[in-house]
């Protein structure tokens, strides 16, 4: 039993790890994209997000979702601080 318990919680820290490096690519494919001057910058930084979304579909709808969340979640705790502030 405990080396069933063993390896799910390796799976889920992998899992988890993975998820993390998924997301900091995104976020760094959409930082280039916003710093990008160029129609061939932004069609190269396109490319490879493609690329990346081919590699795990689900996986990067996940990751892309939970960077979503997060933002959102930013925006509507700055947004409840302002209205406080003023």
Do not use: P
Not at 10 to 16: A, E
Not at 41 to 52: F, S
Not at 53 to 70: C, D, M, V, W
């Amino acid at each position: 039993m405990y080396f069933f318990r063993a390896y799910i919680n390796n799976i889920l820290i992998m899992k988890r790890l993975e998820m993390n490096e998924l997301r900091a690519k995104i976020k760094s494919l959409a930082e280039r994209n916003r710093l990008a001057t160029t129609d061939e910058e932004r069609a190269t930084v396109a490319a490879e997000m493609n690329t990346l979304r081919s590699e795990n579909e689900q996986a990067f709808t996940e990751a892309l979702e939970a960077l979503i969340k997060t933002t959102a979640d930013a925006v509507q705790e700055l947004h409840g601080r302002n209205i406080k502030n003023n």
